[in-house]
């Protein structure tokens, strides 16, 4: 692309005129003349220069291009060589009155019509019986897979080339503007029956290349096992931090309430669904070594993802947490508080490495998703 044609590019250029033809032009080129007075639109892009253009009435029209098309299409029908002419940096042809959709082509595209592709999907190592469907236009690939599985929470789900290990365009979940990231860069996307999961990939020359929709659990998060809420504050070796004591917070304000019933000490906070919104709890510690950790919350959010932090790094194993609904908010109803543990497969709580003296506790929002916390609960954990 030259100089000239760099400096048009992705431009919307509009005119409407008030004499009886039209005329548009840019440092001293035209970019767009017709017989008629008319409206009109490009944008320069490296593979066309697309065009829409209102008239009154049959025209003839003159459009800057750069350099010869290969070929040209009006309302995504190809145009036979004879109906366009080149000189001088643009092409002309007539057009019929109403609106018209011109694409100049410089790649081998041979048709710009939409068409219809289905891509299979795999979940947990299945093949399902129903595709995801998408469709081609305009030189990109758009698709969507709607999860009817009954179950809820985060998921990886990736695009590829079949025989290929390299993953396409990133998946997302639609209404959810933005993944949940482990630490690693590790993405992945929140789902539950309904959601619809999407993904859009160039393709400008219109070979669709063999895909497939590939969905399967996150690694590394671990099971959120619910204890007896009343047994674990009863421990007279629990460390608890109360929820409302927070030290420090970033990326935005939670609201402390002392009328949410049920609560460890009175107090809890509630507000907190801003993505990237980060709480600090510090705790001071007789001893180094490993204790479990457990959140005393309430959330009537299907699901809800937090990271989790110890004296600002993440902790293996302990990096994200997916945390599903308690029922409500925890405002009367005792039983809308839970007291959940991360646990490993075998049931066994993952350890927080702890120092001895002061340590930093920090819980960060991932995905926007409201949690109430009552407390954090800390135990020793033995041999």
Not at 51 to 56: L, N, T, W
Not at 74 to 91: I, P, T
Not at 317 to 333: E, K
Request: net charge neutral; proline share 6%; hydrophobic share 40%.
């Amino acid at each position: 692309m030259n100089l000239f044609l760099r400096s048009v590019a992705a431009i919307i250029l509009s005119t409407l005129a008030a004499q009886a033809a039209t005329q548009l032009s840019h440092q001293g080129k035209t970019l767009f003349a017709s017989d008629a007075n008319v409206s009109y639109g490009a944008v320069y892009e490296t593979h066309a220069v697309k065009a829409v253009i209102d008239s009154p009435s049959d025209t003839a029209i003159r459009i800057f291009t750069g350099k010869k098309p290969r070929r040209l299409f009006l309302n995504n029908e190809l145009l036979a060589d004879k109906a366009w002419s080149y000189d001088d940096d643009c092409v002309t042809l007539s057009i019929a009155a109403g609106r018209q959709s011109l694409q100049a082509r410089f790649d081998d595209l041979a048709s710009i019509t939409p068409f219809a592709v289905t891509v299979p999907v795999n979940i947990a190592g299945k093949a399902q019986d129903k595709p995801a469907q998408a469709t081609w236009a305009d030189g990109r690939l758009h698709g969507e897979y709607i999860w009817n599985e009954n179950r809820s929470g985060l998921f990886t789900a990736t695009l590829t080339e079949v025989g290929s290990k390299t993953e396409q365009e990133q998946v997302f979940v639609r209404g959810i503007s933005r993944p949940v990231t482990l630490p690693g860069g590790k993405t992945g996307v929140m789902l539950q029956p309904g959601s619809v999961l999407a993904f859009s990939l160039p393709v400008p020359d219109g070979k669709v290349p063999t895909l497939q929709l590939t969905v399967a659990s996150m690694p590394g998060v671990p099971t959120l096992a619910a204890r007896d809420r009343l047994k674990v504050l009863a421990n007279p070796e629990a460390i608890i931090v109360e929820g409302e004591n927070f030290v420090a917070e970033r990326g935005g304000k939670v609201s402390i309430s002392t009328s949410h019933q049920n609560t460890s000490n009175g107090g809890c906070f509630y507000s907190w669904g801003n993505t990237g919104h980060a709480i600090d709890w510090d705790v001071t510690l007789p001893e180094e070594g490993p204790y479990a950790i457990t959140l005393v919350i309430a959330t009537a959010e299907t699901f809800a993802t937090r990271s989790i932090a110890l004296n600002g790094q993440p902790v293996p194993n302990l990096a994200l947490l997916q945390i599903h609904s308690t029922g409500g908010w925890g405002r009367s109803n005792a039983a809308e508080w839970q007291a959940l543990q991360p646990q490993d497969e075998q049931g066994k709580a993952l350890p927080l490495p702890m120092r001895k003296g002061k340590n930093t506790i920090t819980l960060t929002n991932t995905s926007g998703q409201h949690l109430n916390i009552d407390c954090l609960v800390l135990e020793k954990i033995t041999p």
